[in-house]
């Protein structure tokens, strides 16, 4: 059967990086995008870039579509705004692409289970596209982003198995992987490889600064010797503080948990530079070389 | 007056990644390069590949060199064969390419000092090429490595300026960004900014092992979900152990205190998280976000 994002309208609520990209391959691939932006100046970029068929400020520009993609903030994801809940098409297929999707099942299940005649739920397909860039906002969108990349479903046993397939053939069609997993495992994975990532390279920046302080050449000799492996080490750590912030609120927990194993690593190692244990350390180093490549 | 480069054939000991390098951007310059290598099969490789003039396992390869640079690993490097010593031209100017320079300053002027007439010691030049892949061997060496990376010599109140100047010329040659400081200065910079991140990811790629086995659908989903961020934040954790290894035990002391500034920066984070602190991980974050172009 042909896939629901080509027989009907797919709305799309936020034209951020993944909602612009979102826009951007959909329509190239002939679906009819309708776009429902905060601001009317955002409207008339999107406009101008081309981002959706149609884009409004207006939540009823929703009407019709068979399959809504929330590609909100986690905060306003969380937290959304009454009048977009009152303009989501009875009978629709809802998705989210947010990061953490244990609170966002708790909340849109409570949700959707108080509005209409409370079938929503089981129409609701928690989901986050593994993909991004350093860029945010109605500029950020590019084609291609979700190619090759993981697009991560987490259904419930209440999931429409109808919605699942929805949402599936919808990344599909955007070159993704499909992964399915629950909600639970999909937080504390993320925690690991994507929240932790961000504590360990800001700590790392803040430690330069800190460290490079006391050298008797002070700061700047710190900053011009720093090369590609420290830009490396330290480019999600510099990343989108708010984005930061808000992975950490939703999903703390698994990320405290994260944070505890990192911290028994880290000590493991350093306490062999304490002892000079040099025969242990390679050996350490040896098991994260070998480690590295699975995770590619 | 013509750099020492190009009046005197210059020599390279060691035709691994920094070695290879050089070789080939001072022939494709010009210069007459003598190369001392190990090993047989790898002396047959480094012809074939070009990367000097002339490819040796004898040291008397260099005789005649005005210049030699000790391109070596720094466990060699700071307990050289006595053969390479006996070597090394008398008057030449000799500089070493290691990522740590206190170590090698010492030994090399204790090394000198007993050799000759004792005026080695001066024409030493610790420098230290800020250049570097994921690769090693004789296979390693690729044009245009130093191209806009910063070189810096650690001179000593004892060093001979036309020494210095020698090397200073060879860098520059080479496009490299010449830069002095103190020995102590170096090593300080380096521990924090290229020793410190190695087991900062070396760490996090072990905690996402560990943390990973206890998720529900176990490992697997914790390494199917990583992505660029965690593939950047852990390359120079999983790279050469051995390399990392000797970093480490030759600028133990720095990297030491390293730790100490960073076990403080990230326990700070990490007591914001507990203590759902948001605005201040928020600033935290931001400052983290504002440091990071200094370093770039």
Redesign the interface.
Known sequence: MTPLWQREPVGVVGLGLIGGSLGLDLTAAGAQVRALVHRPATAARARERGLATEVSTDPAVLEGCGLVVLALPLDRLLDPDPALLAALPVGAVITDVGSVKGPVLRRWRELLAAAGDGSGASRFVASHP???TARAGVEAGEPGLFRG??W?ATPESGTDPAALEAVRQLAEALGARW?C??A???D???????H?????????????????G????GAG??????????????????????L??LM??SN?AA?????G??????E???AM??G?Q?SE?????????R??P???
Chains 1, 2 share one sequence.
């Open positions: 593994m993909a991004g990349r993981p991560v992964l997993c629950d639970e495992a999909h504390h994975a993320v925690a690991l490889i994507s932790l990532p961000v504590l360990v390279g800001a700590a790392l920046l803040q430690a330069a600064d800190a460290g490079g006391e050298a008797a050449e000799l710190v900053r011009a010797l720093a090369s590609s492996g420290f830009a490396d080490t330290t480019r999600v750590g510099g990343g989108n503080p708010e930061g912030m950490a609120r703390r990320l405290l948990e994260a944070l194993h990192y911290r028994r690593s880290l493991t190692l350093e530079v304490a000079e040099w350390l390679q050996q350490s180093l040896e098991r994260s070389h480690l590295r699975d995770f590619l």
